[in-house]
């Protein structure tokens, strides 16, 4: 019963931005921590930022100052917005739920009930 759903990926140029969605079935987002995480061809799967259920968020240094998480709680629905991207944020982005608290947000060994992804490509 517990999902989550990503939408809002496509192509895009830098200069653009992109609202990434991430919508919650079976929970409320204010009831476990979510993150978000992208994942390249043949490269590992990356922590890129990560929200509380009290509000407070966190970042990859990669993306700090560029993206901003936010959430709607009325709509279930935690965002990722993705200003002045750039071709390295050419990833496929998924969100998924922290469980487990032996690392840090950034590991995703500690989450579960991934969402299927959003491809998300920068191209000039």
């Known amino acids: 019963q517990v999902q989550l759903v990503e939408s809002g990926g496509g192509l895009v140029q830098p200069g653009d931005s992109l609202r990434l969605s991430c919508t919650a079935s079976g929970f409320t987002v204010d009831q476990v921590p979510i993150g978000w995480f992208r994942q390249a061809p043949g490269k590992e799967r990356e922590g890129v930022s990560w929200?509380?259920?009290?509000?407070?968020?966190a970042y990859a240094d990669s993306v700090k100052g560029r993206f901003t998480i936010s959430r709607d709680i009325a709509k279930n629905t935690v965002y990722l917005v993705i200003n002045s991207p750039k071709p390295e944020d050419t990833a496929v982005y998924y969100c998924?739920?922290?469980?487990?608290?032996?690392?840090?947000?950034?590991?995703?060994?500690?989450?579960?009930?991934w969402g299927p992804g959003t491809q998300v490509t920068v191209s000039s």
């Open positions: 998924a739920r922290r469980r487990w608290y032996y690392s840090g947000w950034s590991d995703p060994g500690e989450y579960d009930n």
């Open positions: 929200m509380s259920t009290s509000g407070s968020t």
